[in-house]
């Protein structure tokens, strides 16, 4: 299985602040790289896909990129809203697997 | 906007088999892979597997053929069994679409189901 570590594990920011969100595959996963925000009690959602392409009227402040294996989520200008866990999975082959998370505390 | 909503026991008794059933409104089954996902209490998210349109299937192995996924059309719904299950099995399901490029794009809410006698 491709093995996906996920940093850091809890982050603290504030409104209008700059954070990301790394994620490094086990093995070349091309741009086969997702991510997802979960919130308690509501259907998780794709941020952005095939590691850079931010999904149909998501935030502009969320974006993606990749270098390597290593991949990363940023998200600019910080809203409350963003309060949320953030998930990376690969999608190049199965079985499919995601970071471990990080719990964003806004 | 594709809904889906999952639907089924919420406690199963250890050993017996855990049945999900996914509702799948405003699209069509045809032409799209449908998954299964879930997350343990405190913990990760763990795919499944999933199932395609014509009926092809791919499941996790760590699930060591404890799994099966199916779909019926024409009620356009998917489903998922899990036998033999343990308290280790609990956790939120969530039912998925797989689109282009193998993304995950909707996902229903989450069903919690609890393993417990």
């Known amino acids: 299985d491709i093995q996906m570590t996920q940093s850091p594990s809890s982050l603290s920011a504030s409104v209008g602040d700059r954070v990301t969100i790394s994620c490094r595959a086990s093995q070349n996963i091309i741009t086969y790289l997702n991510w997802f925000q979960l919130k308690p009690g509501k259907a998780p959602k794709l941020l952005i896909y095939t590691a850079s392409s931010l999904q149909s009227g998501g935030p502009s402040r969320f974006s993606g990129s990749r270098s390597g294996t290593d991949f990363t989520l940023t998200i600019s200008n910080l809203q409350p809203e963003d309060s949320a866990t953030y998930f990376c999975q690969q999608s190049y082959s199965v079985p499919y697997t995601f970071g471990q998370g990080t719990k964003l505390e806004i | 906007q594709v809904q889906l909503q999952e639907s089924g026991p919420g406690l199963v008794k250890p050993s017996e088999t855990l049945s999900l059933t996914c509702s799948v409104s405003?699209?069509?089954?045809?032409?799209?892979?449908w998954s299964w996902i879930r997350q343990p209490p405190g913990k990760g998210l763990e795919w499944v597997g999933h199932?395609?349109?014509?009926?092809?299937?791919n499941y996790n192995p760590s699930l060591k053929n404890r799994v099966t996924i199916s779909l019926d059309t024409s009620e356009n719904q998917f489903s998922l069994r899990l036998s033999s299950v343990t308290a280790a099995d609990t956790a939120v399901y969530y039912c998925?679409?797989?689109?282009?490029?193998?993304?995950?794009?909707?996902w229903g809410q989450g069903f919690l189901v609890t393993v417990s006698s």
């Open positions: 405003d699209d069509s089954i045809l032409g799209y892979y």
């Open positions: 998925a679409r797989q689109g282009g490029a193998n993304v995950i794009d909707y």
């Open positions: 199932i395609f349109y014509s009926g092809s299937t």
